[in-house]
Nanobody
Framework: QVQLAESGGGLVQPGGSLRLSCAAS????????MGWYRQAPGKQRELVAT???????NYADSVEGRFTISRDNAKNTVYLQINNLEPEDTAVYYC??????????????WGQGTQVTVSS
């Protein structure tokens, strides 16, 4: 199994910044992609940003230019730098990792989530 441990959430004022981290551990042979999703109260979980092992990135339109995803492959860790936070960014942020535990056993793991609250 592969476990994901998130950190870095909290309460921040509009216009502020946060950096989320997510470290993967366990039976990891290769991680193909890591990403961040979020779920606001009463809404469905939505994609925020993803990154592949090759460095390709993808962002939701609503966060483009304000959020930056990065990855340390050696540490199996993904980061999300969040700038110019808006109240609409308030949500539980979840980390996701997709890869292989060996040559044939695939995993698709989720973290427990970290709360981000934007309020004055």
């Amino acid at each position: 199994q592969v476990q994901l441990a998130e950190s870095g959430g909290g309460l921040v004022q509009p216009g502020g910044s946060l950096r989320l981290s997510c470290a993967a551990s366990g039976r990891i042979f290769r991680i193909n992609a890591m990403g961040w999703y979020r779920q606001a109260p009463g809404k469905q979980r939505e994609l925020v940003a993803t990154t592949t092992s090759g460095g390709s990135t993808n962002y939701a339109d609503s966060v483009e230019g304000r959020f930056t995803i990065s990855r340390d492959n050696a540490k199996n860790t993904v980061y999300l730098q969040i700038n110019n936070l808006e109240p609409e960014d308030t949500a539980v942020y979840y980390c996701n990792a997709v890869g292989y535990s060996n040559l044939v056993l695939r995993f698709d793991s989720w973290g427990q989530g970290t709360q981000v609250t934007v309020s004055s």
